[in-house]
């Protein structure tokens, strides 16, 4: 999927190879989706949908968030607004820093989780369908095909059957869409105060995946992990966190040893073994093992000349 361009109004994007672009709203069309929101509002009104200034005292009365959960929210907060002054003020050794830096990540993360959680209703409130309904509408007349600038869909309706279907261009068109209208940034993660920190001194890479002074990727402990996080060897194989080796499936994958009788001696299936001639054995040739996970370093070796 190739990187997002702005051109003027304009943000263009590519699935499957074929270009695509999302246009910023005319007046025209933006008037048509105040006249969608309005039905929408009024329709969820009338099916009994909760305004958004009822949904705090609903939630509580459903012990969906009360003054505990009120009061974490307050709490994870400070400790964010408390990490980042010490990351602008500096003067601490780096490793402290770093330290502080990933925690802000950890807060940050369950802040978000907090969020959701208080949020989830509001979709359902008479606003957030309504809101919904004028975003969709909006999509569907401003997602064009880039040469042409046609409407890839006819109407909302047509945009919500595709998506029932399946269709991915809705998807990326809505992501691209949503940033250009509510003026949200593509790299927002990349612009909070703890990654900002971290891209500075080389603690993680361009996808904030921690790396190590080789700039391999490794979890917060240091250790080594592929691009999905799955741990892994020195030498690309899979293991588990204490280095046992592991299967692409993530079997322990030890070199088994025939099971003792009570007498100490190995108990062999007779059944699967079969004899193999002298002849047939020196022909056979084992095959390299296939390499998992993380590929070798290659090696740099000087030219002798002789």
Do not use: H
């Not at 270009?19 to 009994?48: C, H, W």
């Not at 949503?178 to 891209?199: R, S, V």
């Not at 890479?205 to 999905?228: A, C, F, P, R, S």
């Amino acid at each position: 999927m190739a990187e997002d361009k702005k051109v003027d109004n304009k943000r263009i994007f590519e699935v499957d190879g074929k270009k695509y672009a999302v246009i910023r709203p005319t007046s025209k069309y933006t008037e048509d989706a105040t006249m969608e929101y309005n039905r929408v509002f009024s329709k969820a009104l009338q099916n009994g949908a909760l305004l958004r200034e009822r949904l705090d005292q609903f939630m509580r009365q459903q012990k969906l968030w009360d003054d505990d959960r009120e009061a974490q929210y307050t709490d994870l907060l400070t400790q964010i607004n408390d990490r980042e002054k010490k990351l602008s003020q500096g003067g601490i050794k780096l490793s402290e820093a770093k330290d502080i830096a990933l925690e802000m990540r950890g807060v940050r993360a369950a802040l978000q989780a907090l969020i959701s959680q208080r949020n989830a209703l509001d979709v359902n409130t008479a606003q957030g369908q309504a809101e919904n309904a004028r975003f969709n509408f909006l999509l569907a007349a401003c997602l064009v095909y880039n040469e042409s600038g046609e409407r890839i869909y006819s109407s909302v309706e047509d945009y919500s059957e595709k998506q029932a279907e399946g269709d991915t261009i809705g998807v990326v068109g809505a992501e691209y869409f949503a940033n250009m209208y509510f003026g949200l940034e593509k790299d927002y993660e990349k612009k909070l105060p703890e990654n900002k920190f971290l891209q500075e001194y080389k603690f993680v890479n361009d996808e904030l995946q921690l790396i190590n002074k080789e700039g391999l990727t490794v979890d917060w402990e240091g250790k080594l992990v592929d691009e999905y996080g799955k741990y892994v060897n020195e030498e690309g194989d899979y293991v588990d966190y204490e280095g046992n080796p592991l299967s692409e499936e993530g079997l322990y994958d030890f070199e088994a040893k025939p099971f003792l009788d009570e007498e100490g001696n190995p108990i062999v299936d007779e059944s699967k073994e079969k004899p193999v001639k002298k002849e047939e054995a020196s022909d056979e040739k084992e095959e390299p093992k296939k390499r998992r996970g993380r590929p070798k370093k290659e090696q740099k070796t000087e030219a002798v000349e002789k």
